[in-house]
């Protein structure tokens, strides 16, 4: 009888122990706000049987490649537009999940103090990716300083500028290479996280920046065949809590707003 007892004992502390390691979930996210939320809510799912590992990326285009080709399961770092531009260049066909956060897009300059400084024939950087090319030359008309043939086009380039009054030159890179040129141009156009992991405060030191009303929420983003497993709900519940809220809203004193 004793070994009967044990047995069961045994088996269900077994069985206890596999429900608590649960399923793994890998998930990609640039390094600042994305993978730092992400650290948050790890004991959380943990205790709902998820077990969070982050995988941390400084470009764009890798994060989705490796979901699309099951490498990963979900991504963190992108806003719909980004996707849906990347979705039909690539031929995948990823899905968002649910909105957590926006991090309004801004323009930085270490030798002037306001965009009325800038010179006629002025440089400014911006992406080279569509979705990000476009925020950034909608912002620049919104401050008045261009004027696009179609201003609600999201992948507008500089091809698309149809007045450019103080001829203005623009400089493409890769949305992650813009900080490390912020002192040989007049006007740098980043996104907030490469911004923030630059040591630039958003909402101090941009000199013009999307209002909290923008548009382009970061999601996170898994497969038609896995987004609406348990685990990956378990996430975006979990990153969509009030605890998230109160952390970024605590965190990243506006430079990264809740979208929830």
């Known amino acids: 009888m004793k070994k009967v007892l044990l047995f069961t004992a045994l088996a269900a502390a077994l069985t206890a122990g ?40 400084t470009d764009y285009v890798q994060p ?30 990823l899905e968002t999940v649910i909105g957590v956060h926006v991090e309004p897009f801004g323009g930085y300059s270490s030798k002037y103090k306001s965009l009325a400084e800038l010179p006629n024939g002025a440089t400014i950087a911006l992406p080279n990716e569509g979705s990000n090319s476009g925020r950034a030359l909608i912002l620049l008309q919104k401050a008045g300083l261009i ?51 630059a040591g630039l405060n958003p ?5 013009v920046i999307e209002g909290a009303d923008s548009p382009y929420v970061n999601f996170l983003v898994a497969r038609p065949d896995n987004k609406d ?22 965190k990243y004193s506006g430079a990264v707003l809740p979208a929830f």
């Open 229 to 250: 497993s348990a685990a990956i709900q378990k996430l975006a519940k979990a990153l969509t809590s009030p605890e998230v809220k109160a952390f970024i809203e605590k």
């Open 18 to 57: 596999l429900a608590q390691a649960g399923e793994k979930l890998v998930v990609a996210a640039t390094p600042i706000p994305h993978a730092e939320i992400l650290e948050l809510i790890k004991p959380t799912l943990a205790k709902e049987g998820v077990d969070l590992e982050i995988k941390v990326f």
């Open 203 to 207: 909402a101090k030191d941009a000199l």
């Open 147 to 197: 004027e696009l043939k179609d201003p609600s086009n999201a992948l507008s380039t500089p091809k698309d500028i149809a007045k450019n009054p103080h001829n203005f030159k623009f400089k493409e890179l890769e949305s992650a290479l813009l900080p490390r040129v912020l002192k040989e141009v007049d006007l740098d156009l980043i996104n907030t996280n490469y911004a923030l992991e």
């Open 64 to 93: 989705n490649v490796q979901v699309a080709e099951k490498r990963l399961d979900a991504n963190y770092f992108q806003t719909k537009p980004y996707l849906d531009s990347f979705n039909k260049g690539k031929g995948t066909n």
